[in-house]
């Protein structure tokens, strides 16, 4: 793990025991890669609850619960999917806060319209508290996107937190770009 992903590991972890919230994660593109920054960390097991690799569509639809119909609408890679995986991964774990990703992460798989380096990034408080962003980080190699996202997605779980999101409110959503 580089160091500024240990940095911002240790960040959330500590940003949650403050808030006195355990998270979780649902990943698509980086496979796990947020949980492993998160649980490379010595005492992680007090605010890590579970992680969720969802890296099908059908693990998208039976682990958290993503519906299926969705998934046909808008694209596993899409807004919509990420706040349903992040909306899941709270529902089937006992954490207050989660974080999801999904995305292109290449070398194949890209469109025009979803290229490589496309990711969607949900954070969610059970308070319904919602961040979302979306990524482009261009065709940077598929672990480079993968590293970025899990930067990303540690950053915007950073943002969701109490301290850093006060002027969110139920149900409310914030767009970063």
Known sequence: ????????????LDACRRAGIMLTTAESCTGGLIA???????????VVDR????????????????????IARVGAVSKEVALAMAEGALAHS???VSVAVTGIA????????KPVGLVHIAAMRK???????????????????????????????LKSLPASSSGLTR????EER
């Not at 099908?56 to 039976?62: G, L, P, W």
Request: net charge negative.
């Open 106 to 113: 290449g070398p194949g798989g890209g469109s025009e319209e």
């Open 36 to 46: 492993a920054a998160l649980t490379d960390i010595a005492g992680s097991s007090d």
């Open 51 to 70: 992680g969720f690799v969802t890296y099908s569509n059908e693990a998208k639809q039976e682990m958290i619960g993503v519906p299926a119909l969705l």
């Open 1 to 12: 793990m580089s160091m500024i992903a240990e940095e911002k590991a240790t960040a959330v």
């Open 171 to 174: 149900g409310s959503t914030a």
């Open 127 to 157: 308070d319904g508290a919602t961040l979302h962003r979306e990524c482009r980080f261009g065709d940077i190699g598929r672990d480079g996107i993968r590293h970025a996202t899990v930067l990303a997605a540690l950053e915007l779980v």
């Open 94 to 96: 006992r954490a207050g």
